[in-house]
């Protein structure tokens, strides 16, 4: 385990940083992909304190520009990728349109880490080959239950709602997740993702709409969990040999759940894939 690399996005706070220094603190080589320099070398030092070994790459992560350079950066630094971890996202209370276009939520949360896995599937089909096998783990939620609004997935002309745009954006990535997975499965690269469940971080003070600003404090109050506990399932998923050849799951808790039927929709998940492609042309 202790030559392990693993990539992980969003590790300068919350979830991402409990799980980047629990990896690191299990020996793995921990590459961090921020957008804010100060915070993601806090991060690196704590790791290197406690004996670790850890790499910032700056991005921010909703330009397809920046993802795509990070990529690029990253297949300069690491001479192996046995993990990816996509774990940044966010909620956006307000519709916000990214430079390129695109509505943040969507940006963030899937355009992002299916840019970025694109640009680093050859590193880990090679790592695959030399060493047996890689890992990738996309962070979603239990709130992907929002149908795909294939007409509109920007918000160009529907009205924008944050907590609809961010269960989309959760649908997307989970659907992603099963149809790379069953891409993957011959070149030994599995790809599974997890709900973490409700956890104490700054995303769940965000601004949200009716009902989730109902739900969430309720939810929080009774079950959840910090960011050190909830990140052992994804540390799990990363580098424990129980895991090993578990794919294409979504899981919680280090068990496997059935996601909404809808992201299970082989024939939808074919075409998010294809539609995916066409509008990362220019980044591709
Ligand atoms: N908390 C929960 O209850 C919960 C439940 C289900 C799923 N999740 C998912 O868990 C993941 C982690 O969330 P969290 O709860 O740990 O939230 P968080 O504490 O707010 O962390 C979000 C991370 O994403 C990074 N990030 C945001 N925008 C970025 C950008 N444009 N470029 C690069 N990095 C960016 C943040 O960086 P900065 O430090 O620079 O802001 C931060 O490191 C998310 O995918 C979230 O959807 C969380």
């Known amino acids: 385990m202790e030559d392990k690399t693993v990539v992980i996005t969003g590790a300068t706070s919350g979830l ?10 299990k020996g793995a080589s921990v ?36 993802t795509k350079e990070a990529a690029d950066s990253i297949t300069k630094v690491v001479d ?23 509505e943040s939520t969507l940006a963030l949360n899937y355009l992002s880490p ?53 269960y989309q954006s959760k649908h997307l990535l989970t659907s992603f997740t099963y149809y790379l997975s069953r891409k993957l499965k011959e070149r030994d690269i599995a790809v599974n993702c ?23 404090p309720i939810v929080d109050f009774f079950i959840g969990e910090s960011p050190d506990q909830a990140a052992e399932t994804p540390v799990w998923l990363a580098l424990s040999n129980e895991a090993k050849g578990m794919n294409g799951e979504y899981i919680h808790h280090r068990k496997i759940k059935k996601s909404w039927a809808p992201t299970r929709d082989e024939r939808a998940q074919f075409k998010l894939y294809n539609f995916t492609l066409r509008l990362l042309d220019k980044w591709l």
């Open 16 to 25: 991402g940083r409990a799980t980047a220094l629990q990896l690191a603190q």
């Open 31 to 66: 590459v961090i992909i921020a957008r804010n320099n100060t915070k993601a070398n806090e991060v690196i030092t704590e790791i290197k304190r406690e004996g670790g070994n850890g790499q910032v790459v700056i991005s921010d992560l909703s330009s397809m520009k920046d």
């Open 80 to 102: 192996r990728l046995d993990v990816l971890i996509n774990n940044a996202g966010a909620h956006f209370p307000k519709y916000r349109e990214t430079p390129e276009g695109f």
């Open 114 to 166: 299916f840019l970025l896995t694109h640009h680093l599937i050859e590193p880990m089909k090679q790592t695959a080959s030399d060493y047996g096998e890689a890992r990738v783990i996309n962070i979603t939620s239990i709130m992907h239950k929002s149908p795909i609004n294939w007409n509109d997935l920007n918000y160009k002309n529907t009205t924008y709602h944050s907590n609809t745009a961010y």
């Open 194 to 216: 997890i709900h973490p469940g409700l956890v104490k971080t700054a995303l769940i003070h965000s601004d949200y709409a009716f009902p989730m600003n109902l739900i969430v």
